[in-house]
């Protein structure tokens, strides 16, 4: 949807869309949101009882993905302790060109709405061979390799701790063995090359995906906080002994649905 007559401050039209979004629902305040990524998809309908959705599109200073296997939908949800949460069932990404702005809008939006937790998840790829593909990570800390930030202007906020640790010890209180690893985000959309993969394991990262980075940077911006789910979709390249396929990274997804559901499930109902 074209945004005219939006205002072009994005943090204003989060606001915007905020109050769309309380007013569609009738809702006082959003308390958390989960950003659903690659192969999370059957997590949708387990993280409380459906109060309503919508598309995306419809809501201001929205894009709808473009990317197959993921969805455009917002579903408001009251969890079993009564809190409520929104689900952005896709994500925009930086490699669809629509700006970074947009690709935070969601998470901005869900804040300025009251979120005080954002949680995030992904597929992508993995450089530990412990981790085979279906293996899910809390995310620890990351590397950004977009070479740009959702943040304008001198915001020089502390990243010292981007993912909350009292959260990573919830979802551990729901799967303790879940592990942790630092996310290197490309900006894609392109797989990375064998080597591209190992300067990423050499700086430190253990996993490899083309989003969640710039989500989280504007949600520290804005003081809530975050959780980070990764799902190993697929063996790095170069890791992997065959070529990358979207199509695997979709049969991942399929394999770890009903896991990532009890996971992301019991996570919503310990909020
Ligand atoms: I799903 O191997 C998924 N997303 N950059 N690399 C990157 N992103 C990914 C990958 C991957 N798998």
């Known amino acids: 949807m074209p945004n005219v007559g939006l205002p072009s401050d994005p943090y204003a039209l989060a606001k915007l869309a905020a109050a769309a979004i309380l007013e569609r629902f009738d809702i006082p305040q959003v308390d958390a949101a989960f950003v659903l990524?690659?192969?999370?998809?059957?997590?949708?309908?387990?993280?409380?009882?459906?109060?309503?959705?919508?598309?995306?599109?419809?809501?201001?200073?929205?894009?709808?993905?473009?990317?197959?296997?993921?969805?455009g939908e917002l579903r408001i949800v009251s969890t079993s302790r009564g809190k409520i949460g929104a689900i952005f069932?896709?994500?925009?990404?930086?490699?669809?060109?629509?700006?970074?702005?947009?690709?935070?809008?969601?998470?901005?939006?869900?804040?300025?709405?009251?979120?005080?937790?954002?949680?995030?998840?992904?597929?992508?790829?993995?450089?530990?061979?412990?981790?085979?593909?279906?293996?899910?990570?809390?995310?620890?800390?990351?590397?950004?390799?977009?070479g740009t930030s959702p943040l304008l202007g001198a915001r020089f906020i502390d990243m010292s701790m981007p993912y909350s640790a009292r959260l990573r010890d919830l979802a551990r209180s729901v799967d303790p063995d879940?592990?942790?690893?630092?996310?290197?985000?490309?900006?894609?959309?392109?797989?990375?090359?064998?080597?591209?993969?190992?300067?990423?394991?050499?700086?430190?990262?253990?996993?490899?995906?083309?989003?969640?980075?710039?989500?989280?940077?504007?949600a520290s911006e804005l003081g809530a906080e975050v959780l980070g789910i990764s799902l190993v979709t697929n063996l790095a390249a170069g890791i992997s002994p065959h070529?990358?396929?979207?199509?695997?990274?979709l049969e991942a997804g399929r394999e770890a649905g009903p896991r990532l559901r009890r996971l992301l499930g019991g996570i919503a109902a310990a909020l």
């Open 89 to 146: 069932t896709g994500r925009t990404h930086l490699y669809e060109g629509f700006g970074v702005d947009q690709v935070v809008h969601g998470v901005r939006s869900a804040i300025a709405a009251g979120a005080a937790v954002i949680v995030l998840t992904n597929g992508c790829g993995g450089l530990n061979p412990q981790w085979p593909p279906g293996s899910t990570v809390l995310i620890r800390d990351f590397i950004n390799l977009t």
């Open 243 to 249: 070529p990358l396929s979207h199509e695997e990274v």
């Open 37 to 71: 990524g690659s192969g999370w998809s059957a997590a949708a309908d387990n993280l409380g009882e459906l109060m309503g959705s919508c598309e995306l599109a419809e809501l201001p200073g929205c894009a709808p993905p473009t990317v197959v296997g993921h969805g």
């Open 178 to 218: 879940l592990p942790e690893g630092v996310y290197v985000q490309f900006r894609g959309p392109q797989f990375e090359t064998p080597a591209e993969v190992r300067m990423a394991g050499v700086l430190g990262g253990d996993l490899v995906g083309m989003s969640t980075t710039l989500e989280t940077i504007a």
